[in-house]
């Protein structure tokens, strides 16, 4: 036996043993099948997005993936969970629903989740299946920034750069979420801190505040 071959009889094995732990309740196999589902590989390389369950080969059904990470979900498994948030909010297994989105996010944040903290944010920001609210943005922004999520941090050092919800503009503040952003991969952080070291802050509060300037 070849070993391409023996791969393959390997994960048809793999996968049987992964479905019959799932359809026993394990919620870690039940959002490991959801991925498989998602991607098509039981060793994904790649995270779901709106372009890959489009591409042959890459995604076998979002729909099915949505039903096993819900099943997952069900029993508190977080990434299970944020799934489920990135399902109804994007539309990936089907349909988009702002309600259900935010009852997802709101049983993450009952968990103390720092990602779905920043996407509570994100909701009140945006009035995405709440009312627009930019001080309670914030509010949730604080909370996930001191569970150090990265976009968080972000959000909430360019709301001390810009002022949004009613923040006092604070150069220090700014600086310092903006730079445990960045050092925590986020890229837009990076950016703008790097934006912050080569000009002034004046100079990127007015980028910020009307993106629309150029240099």
Known sequence: MNRKKSAVNDDERALKELEALAKKGDPQAQFDLGMYFATASLHPTFTPNLQTIHEPGKCISMYTALEWWLKAAEQGHIEAERWVVRCYQFGLGGYQDCEETVKWIQKLVEQDDGWGQRSMGFCYACGYGVSMDAAKAIKWWRKAAK???????????????????????????????????????NKQAQNVLGLLDEYSFAFVQRLLKNPTNKR
């Open 147 to 185: 569970n150090e999520e990265p976009n968080a941090e972000y959000d909430l050092g360019e709301a001390y750069i810009t002022g949004y919800g009613g923040v006092k503009e604070n150069k220090e503040k700014a600086i310092k979420w903006i730079r445990s952003s960045a050092e925590h991969g």
